[in-house]
């Protein structure tokens, strides 16, 4: 049974025929793929497009969505053999095998409790629901973000075509509280697999990304002939890109310490994404994934700017998640 927890187990034609099937689903938004199929939206964190967009795709072809909310169910322990003399009521070795029960799919948010990263690295949530539910699992998002992955290749295809050998900066943005690097990684994998030549710009090394993902990247890129560069250098980042991604995330050597010690220095505000630093590219366009804190993370004039793909990125998202259920429904 196929599961969709990362795009590293989805080859490249794989994707494509799922960005290919999006589009398709774009035009006739509304078939009958998923008629009478029920699927379980776990949601550990907020939400506003995921839980949306699931919920109205799901019903758009023919399914129905149950929404569990952190507050709104029990605490759930993931770890085999724990003694849950803690806070969770419930393992999930029962919470998993219940919902199998009762629905077709089950699909989760659960980001890293920013704890422990040498645990959180592994993915515990995910990695439990998939030891334990009988059916197909989706991640919406974890230490990865696979359906923002493919929602902002579809927005780069519609805008720019093949993305063969495009220049793809990827740049960190500031933002006060430190953030998960889930987009992150996950646009790192899509760029690379894609066959785009990426540059990821951080503000140092301690902000790099876990190893596993810059490797994945190093591979895939090769893989296309095309290279993944690392640097600390704005300039370098920014010249000749022709689309620039932005994701603000904590250090992860960081993460275990309390909040007063992991917030963002002040200094770095100069990473925000700007008319000045565009000026730079080959007319790139820009996106994020959203939420975004305007002025902070990017100036109004670049978000608001005709080459900006929040939106349609944001949009994307149900079509690109209709085509991954459907896949799995179809297994
Ligand atoms: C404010 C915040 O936590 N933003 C999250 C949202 C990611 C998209 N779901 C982040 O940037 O990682
Ligand atoms: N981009 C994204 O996943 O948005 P939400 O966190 O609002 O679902």
């Not at 023919?62 to 169910?73: E, F, I, K, N, R």
């Not at 806070?87 to 980001?111: G, Q």
């Amino acid at each position: 049974m196929r599961h969709f927890l990362t795009t590293e187990d989805w080859s490249k034609a794989e994707l494509q025929a799922l960005l290919d099937d999006a589009r398709e689903l774009k035009a006739n938004p509304r078939q009958d793929r998923l008629r009478g199929k029920r699927i379980a939206l776990v949601f550990m964190n907020p939400s506003l497009r995921t839980r949306t967009s699931f919920q109205v795709g799901i019903t758009d072809l023919g399914g129905s969505s149950v929404v569990l909310d952190a507050g709104g169910t029990w605490p759930l322990e993931t770890e085999d053999g724990a003694v849950m003399d803690g806070t969770a009521e419930e393992h999930v070795a029962e919470a998993a095998r219940v919902l199998s029960t009762y629905v077709d799919m089950i699909a989760i948010r659960a980001f890293p409790k920013f704890e422990d990263w040498s645990v959180e690295r592994h993915d515990p949530v995910l990695s439990a629901f998939v030891r334990y539910a009988t059916v197909p699992i989706v991640n919406m998002e974890t230490i990865v973000h696979p359906c923002q992955e493919l929602a902002m290749l579809m927005a780069l295809q519609e805008r720019h075509g093949s993305l063969q050998g495009q220049k793809m900066c990827l740049t960190w943005t500031y933002h006060p509280k430190p953030l998960n690097t889930a987009v992150m990684n996950s646009a790192l994998l899509a760029a690379t697999k894609m066959g785009m030549e990426v540059t990821l710009l951080m503000p140092s090394d301690e902000y790099m990304l876990d190893e596993k993902f810059i490797e994945a990247g190093s591979r895939f890129a090769g893989e296309n002939g095309r290279g993944l560069t690392l640097t600390h250098d704005v300039e370098e980042a920014y010249r000749g890109a022709d689309a620039v991604y932005a994701k603000s995330w904590g250090r992860l050597d960081q993460i275990g310490l309390p909040m007063e010690e992991r917030l963002t220095p002040d200094a770095l505000r100069r990473f925000i994404v700007d008319e000045e630093k565009m000026a730079l590219t080959n007319n790139a366009t820009f996106s994020h994934c959203l939420p975004m804190r305007r002025n902070v993370k990017a100036t109004d004039a670049v978000v608001d700017g005709s080459n900006s793909l929040i939106i349609e990125e944001a949009e994307n998202r149900l079509h690109v998640q209709k085509a991954v259920l459907s896949a799995l429904n179809d297994q």
